[in-house]
């Protein structure tokens, strides 16, 4: 079983196939349900889905979900901040299967054969250590940030996300899962409670159509696998998708070399990025910057010009400023899945 959680980046980031559908993971049956929230329920301010971007130059969506313990707005969950450490439980039985990662604040646990949690964000209790058994409920540590929270993330093995390109992601992603679809009763309503009011409370993570615009493009070139780029791995790379909480609101993610990256939108909403295919004209985005909760701000970033010329590879030039009929010049560089 392959341990390793690719994250996207520290806790400051806060990850089915292409949309959780709320069932239960299988495999494993009733002994994969989670029997403990990892925080306590009256220190949860809010929930977040998979799929959410938050820092400029990323791209690819977030494979965990961020459990905030101080309300920001985006849940608009009633529970107040109110100070003081955070303790944080394990969600579930298992074992401790690593212990530290780039923060020294992260751990995974096993639960069987086929899924594993991480936490990140944790400032851990001293006898965690790998190979520690820990019953659900057991207290792992305290919110390291207690301005934040912590990220939650689940690998299970038994499911696979339809990226079309799969080699191109860590397990972590392709195997990516949202905490809710491992609770249920009681548990489950207080954690879809604190996600908020939103159609698909897991998130969404995959947005790849075959022959379409939507979803994830890599810099050509860029090798095969993730894994072997050295991070952060979206950088060069452009991600055409919904809003995390609002997917009916398209969102372009462009990678730190475009001009140091954006989290953007497009003004117009035409074309819509599933109905753009090797038939169509190049089309031009021009994109403003999208605020961490998701809404849009008033500054203009550039224009974006985009033609699918294959079904899997696509001619892409950023302009600067808002120019209203772009053509491509020699500075075009081309993406593929």
């Not at 938050?54 to 309300?71: C, K, T």
């Not at 989290?263 to 109905?275: H, I, Y």
Request: glycine content about 12%.
């Amino acid at each position: 079983m392959n341990t390793r959680w690719g994250w996207l980046g520290a806790m400051v980031l806060g990850a089915v196939v292409s949309a959780c559908d709320g069932t239960m993971p299988g495999g494993n049956g009733p002994t994969a349900l989670f029997a403990a929230l990892p925080l306590p329920a009256d220190r949860i301010a809010c929930v977040h889905p998979l799929g959410e971007v938050v820092l400029p130059g990323q791209v690819i969506g977030a494979n965990f979900s961020r459990w905030d313990v101080h309300e920001r707005g985006a849940c608009g969950a009633p529970i107040p901040f109110t100070g003081g450490p955070v303790p944080v439980f394990a969600a579930a039985g298992g074992t401790v299967v690593t212990v530290g990662g780039p923060d020294g604040r992260t751990v995974t646990v096993a639960v069987s054969e086929n899924i594993e949690y991480t936490y990140t964000g944790v400032a851990l209790d001293g006898f965690i250590r790998e190979g520690t058994d820990v019953p659900a409920g057991q207290r792992l540590g305290l919110v390291a940030n207690p301005d934040s929270g912590i990220a939650f993330g689940i690998t299970d093995y038994t499911k696979v996300n339809a990226w079309i390109a799969t080699a191109r992601y860590p397990d972590s992603y392709r195997h990516a899962r949202h905490p809710v679809e491992f609770y249920e009763g009681a548990l489950r309503t207080q954690v879809v409670m604190r996600i908020g009011n939103i159609a698909a409370p897991a998130g969404r993570l995959v947005w790849d159509v075959d022959g379409r615009l939507s979803g994830n493009w890599f810099r050509e070139f860029t090798p095969r696998t993730a894994e072997a780029v050295t991070a952060p791995w979206w950088e060069g790379h452009l991600s055409f998708r919904g809003d995390a909480r609002f997917p009916d609101q398209p969102r372009i993610g462009l990678g730190t070399l475009f001009a140091g990256g954006c989290r953007c939108a497009p003004r117009s909403v035409e074309p819509a990025f599933d109905g753009v295919t090797p038939q169509t004209a190049p089309v031009a985005y021009h994109l403003v910057r999208v605020r961490t909760d998701g809404t849009l701000t008033s500054e203009f970033f550039g224009t974006l010009l985009v033609e699918l010329v294959a079904i899997d590879r696509l001619r892409v030039e950023l302009f600067a400023g808002d120019v209203p009929a772009p053509v491509f010049s020699a500075a075009a560089e081309h993406f593929v899945r």
